[in-house]
């Protein structure tokens, strides 16, 4: 039976995917410790490595500032990158199938700029909340990110009885441009020293981060993967349309909830930790949805594995393409994402042509 079922899942389509986006996340991984502007060699990397991880190190002698590099900046940052590339990119993908849009994700309805400013005032007045310690940011950015998208579908009902998706992109780019401003203002009230820490972050970035700012985003990746996971079937049921996937028994309301309550986990602790990095979630899961279809069944999982790859890339391109310096990692999500998604709009509206 279970010789069957695995002779029968790598025989079909969505099978080799799985095993070509793993190989893809093992070879990005790879990559990304192997490859940077300061080199080491690739077993004493592998060593140090694996001694720390398992205890099955096998070399000796090994400098401690090649050891601080690997476990302490290094191998952080491409995990760092590894998270925050998954959780936009199955924010994107449940953010798409629940408004049957594929231009919408965590940026175009707001949620991102809303995150973003949570994050910039608990940088801005140096805040901490009893009882949360160091997870004061990414509690208030999630919180904020969950407000602004509250915000945001507060405005089309008052202004259409009707969740048009149109309504509901145009609502998210005006509040989130709002919501910018109050960024920029708070950026122009602070002093040098807080203005360059906040920009810099802005811009995105995974460099400069350690394992406190892995500890901060897992627990959130987690639990909102897994409630956007448990609820595939009510994301396949809406893309039929809120009416009829009441009348085939979904609870359309409660679904709803819970795919904004997960989307923005996701999303609100990626910004938190990374900053505004743009276009993950609006290409990625566009990408995967072509080799797919619209299942959210394989959709939601090949789209974090996928997005988790690419950013791990894109984070090597911006540490690498000018050594030694860097290029924040949200300029080459932008170079590389919007040629590519406007080639694909482009490609479907050309298709639509054609059968029309």
Same mark, same amino acid.
């Given at each position: 039976?279970?010789?069957?079922?695995?002779?029968?899942?790598?025989?079909?389509?969505?099978?080799?995917?799985?095993?070509?986006?793993?190989?893809?996340?093992? /070879?990005?991984?790879?990559?990304?410790?192997? $490859?940077?502007?300061?080199? *080491?060699?690739? +077993?004493?990397?592998?060593?140090?490595?694996?001694?720390?991880? *398992?205890?099955?190190?096998?070399?000796?002698?090994?400098?401690?500032?090649?050891?601080?590099?690997?476990?302490?900046?290094?191998?952080?940052?491409?995990?760092?990158?590894? /998270?925050?590339?998954?959780?936009?990119?199955?924010?994107?993908? =449940?953010?798409?199938?629940?408004?049957?849009?594929?231009?919408?994700?965590?940026?175009?309805?707001?949620?991102?700029?809303?995150?973003?400013?949570?994050?910039?005032?608990?940088?801005?007045?140096?805040?901490?909340?009893?009882?949360?310690?160091?997870?004061?940011?990414?509690?208030?950015?999630?919180?904020?990110?969950?407000?602004?998208?509250?915000?945001?579908?507060?405005?089309?009902?008052?202004?259409?009885?009707?969740? =048009?998706?149109? !309504?509901? $992109?145009?609502?998210?780019?005006?509040?989130?441009?709002?919501?910018?401003?109050?960024?920029?203002?708070?950026?122009?009230?602070?002093?040098?020293?807080?203005? !360059?820490?906040?920009?810099?972050?802005?811009?995105?970035? $995974?460099? +400069?981060?350690?394992?406190? %700012?892995?500890?901060?985003?897992?627990?959130? +990746?987690?639990?909102?993967?897994?409630?956007?996971?448990?609820?595939?079937?009510?994301?396949?049921?809406?893309?039929?349309?809120?009416? =009829?996937?009441?009348?085939?028994?979904?609870?359309?309301?409660?679904?709803?909830? +819970?795919?904004?309550?997960?989307?923005?986990?996701? !999303?609100?602790?990626?910004?938190?930790?990374?900053?505004?990095?743009?276009?993950?979630?609006?290409?990625?899961? %566009?990408?995967?949805?072509?080799?797919?279809?619209?299942?959210?069944?394989?959709?939601?999982?090949?789209?974090?594995? *996928?997005?988790?790859? *690419?950013?791990?890339?894109?984070?090597?391109?911006?540490?690498?393409?000018?050594?030694?310096?860097?290029?924040?990692?949200?300029?080459?999500?932008?170079?590389?994402?919007?040629?590519?998604?406007?080639?694909?709009?482009?490609?479907?509206?050309?298709?639509?042509?054609?059968?029309?």
């Amino acid at each position: 039976m279970q010789k069957s079922f695995i002779r029968k899942f790598l025989g079909s389509k969505i099978g080799w995917l799985y095993l070509l986006s793993i190989g893809f996340v093992l /070879c990005a991984l790879l990559l990304g410790l192997f $490859v940077s502007s300061v080199q *080491f060699p690739i +077993m004493t990397i592998l060593h140090i490595v694996l001694e720390k991880s *398992f205890g099955l190190g096998w070399l000796e002698n090994i400098p401690r500032n090649e050891e601080l590099i690997i476990w302490n900046i290094r191998l952080p940052r491409v995990l760092l990158a590894l /998270c925050v590339g998954a959780s936009l990119s199955l924010a994107g993908a =449940a953010f798409q199938g629940l408004l049957r849009n594929p231009l919408a994700d965590p940026y175009t309805i707001g949620v991102s700029s809303g995150a973003a400013l949570g994050a910039v005032l608990v940088l801005f007045f140096q805040f901490t909340i009893i009882g949360l310690g160091s997870f004061t940011l990414p509690v208030v950015s999630i919180a904020s990110g969950f407000i602004t998208l509250m915000i945001v579908f507060g405005l089309v009902r008052l202004s259409s009885r009707s969740l =048009a998706i149109e !309504t509901i $992109v145009l609502a998210g780019i005006i509040v989130g441009s709002f919501i910018g401003s109050i960024t920029s203002l708070l950026i122009s009230l602070g002093d040098k020293d807080a203005m !360059t820490q906040i920009m810099y972050w802005l811009y995105g970035s $995974v460099g +400069m981060r350690g394992w406190s %700012h892995i500890h901060l985003v897992v627990p959130f +990746m987690i639990i909102g993967t897994i409630i956007l996971l448990m609820h595939y079937r009510e994301l396949n049921a809406l893309a039929l349309g809120e009416e =009829a996937a009441d009348h085939i028994g979904v609870n359309v309301k409660r679904g709803k909830i +819970m795919i904004l309550i997960g989307a923005s986990l996701l !999303t609100g602790a990626a910004v938190a930790v990374s900053g505004s990095i743009g276009f993950v979630g609006l290409v990625i899961p %566009h990408l995967v949805r072509l080799l797919t279809g619209p299942n959210h069944r394989h959709l939601l999982p090949l789209s974090m594995l *996928f997005g988790g790859s *690419f950013l791990i890339l894109a984070d090597l391109l911006a540490r690498t393409i000018i050594a030694p310096r860097e290029l924040p990692i949200g300029v080459i999500t932008a170079l590389i994402g919007a040629p590519v998604f406007a080639f694909l709009l482009i490609r479907e509206r050309i298709g639509r042509g054609e059968r029309g």
